[in-house]
């Protein structure tokens, strides 16, 4: 049964091309984060490394293996396969072990990274455990985990956003207002109460697979207790994957018709007002709010606001309130680095195209048989595509301009390297949205490029900081929001700037006078074809 799955995973041609993109990538950022950070073999470089693998990780495995799955069901050609004697639960197990064997192969390409840092002294034969088991692990967990999520019905998920605004809330209050003043606060509450909590937010706070890997490479770290950590960890990962993965086998007939033969909402007709003149822009708008990372934006924006609140009241914080969290991520960037983070996030769907693309071929080519007939052009496409990007990033967006009104109003920063950093952030989703808009028209994916955008120029940023080569960040679209807030651009920051912007216009110049031949001549070339899977 599964032999058919491997041989369609590893054999059509999309998915082989998708599937050595992210195996060079892997091997590429792990090399540049191993030269950065851990090959001079101190802790917190060797800690440094780990939490970029634990990232790096979760987002691989989210790719690799979560947006299959959650793509599948979108597709009614799978219809098929749910009336064959192929049972559901059997062809969800044997897509999700195509996901978790592919997402294995390209976590296997950094091995000789590992086998580098060991034989250079940086790492021991025992630290693979946390370096390598550790984020594999935890990444197929995530994306199984989001997995079952999106497979939810509608009030289950609701239900679930409820509890994790009231996780948010908590890990603010108690995470950053109270931080290291916690047990001060909790001597307000009854004493058996108050020694449960404390408990219990020091569990959390040392049993995740952040805390574990600050603990072992810790100067501190007891061995029996660093391995007991890390090994429960693993278990307790591999259990959340087989869950994860039994709901989600059992949900997928149920999502599959909940999505296509659900009935239709009876306020369909008060829709007319907010569809307007342009029907393909409020569809692709309602397609990525779909599942719109409310959660993700709650945590960034609480905790920016905090932040922010920290920058301006500066010697008037109060002294029973937490400061250590703060303190932290001062020596991590502070402030400009939250700030980039924020417009980078913004940028993902920007250039991703959530809104028009879609996951195969085949689908493509059923839209655009019927969108082509139509009186649409390139500025239909256009504005679509704009307005669901704007529309899933413009929180993000947001939070970054508290921030930067922060840095100046608190002195941090100068208004002038305040305006500077806003402008070099804008500049940033504008350059986002023209690649991502050229590569839809063209009928290329931009998760590679994309990839390399959002989390390669971050790391590369990094490391030109570090190297002492800080003054041609400038020249990297990232740099661009960075450096102003910190006072060091220079005149590369200018020429970055006029070079980013001037490849954005050229690019959405040419893809919105292209648009529909570019359009027509895809569709030309793949209808009617054996589309690759």
Known sequence: MLRPFFAIAMLAPARQLTFRRVAVGHAILLALAARLTAANGESHGVVTFGYILLALAMVEGAALIGWRLTQLPKSQALEFLLVSPLQPKRVFAAEALVGLSRFALVWLSGLPIYLALLLSGAIQPVDFWPLAALPFVWGAA???????????????????????????????????????????????????????????????????????????????????????????????????????????????????????????????ASQLEAIGDRPLSWWAVRRVMEFSGRINLWLAGGFSTLYSIYLVAGDHWPAWMGRLVFQLFDKWGGPPMIATAMAILAAVPAIFQYGLWDATVQDRCKRLELLLLSDLTGR?????????????????????????????????????????????????????????????????????????????????????????????????PTGLCYLPATGAWNWTWALGLAGTLGLAVWLARTGLRNCDRDLRAWYDANQGTRAPA
């Open 380 to 476: 239909d496409y256009w504005h679509a595509a704009r307005a669901a990007a704007w529309r899933r990033g413009r929180g993000y967006l947001a939070v970054a301009a508290m921030l930067w009104l922060a840095m100046g109003v608190s002195g941090y920063s100068t208004w002038p390297g305040v305006a500077a950093s806003a402008v070099g952030g804008f500049a940033l989703w504008w350059f986002c949205f023209a690649v991502g808009f050229r590569s839809f028209a063209t009928g290329n994916q931009t998760s590679g490029l994309a990839s390399i955008i959002t989390l390669g120029f971050p790391l590369l940023l990094y490391g030109l900081l570090r190297t002492g080569y800080g003054d041609w960040a400038g020249l990297l």
């Open 142 to 268: 995530v994306a199984l985990i989001l997995n079952a999520w999106v497979y939810e019905t509608k009030p289950i998920r609701r239900i679930g956003e409820l509890l994790g605004l009231f996780g948010v809330l908590f890990y603010l209050t108690v995470g950053v207002l109270a931080g290291e003043h916690l047990l001060e606060w909790l001597e307000l509450l009854p004493e058996s109460l108050a020694k449960r909590l404390y408990a219990g937010v020091l569990f959390f706070h040392e049993m995740n697979p952040f805390g574990v890997m600050r603990y072992w490479f810790g100067g501190d770290a007891v061995d029996w207790i660093a391995r007991e950590r890390v090994f429960g960890l693993l278990a307790a990962g591999t259990g959340l994957t087989l869950l994860a993965g039994i709901r989600g086998a059992g949900r997928l007939k149920g999502h599959f018709h909940d999505r296509h033969y659900g009935p239709i909402d009876s306020g369909r």
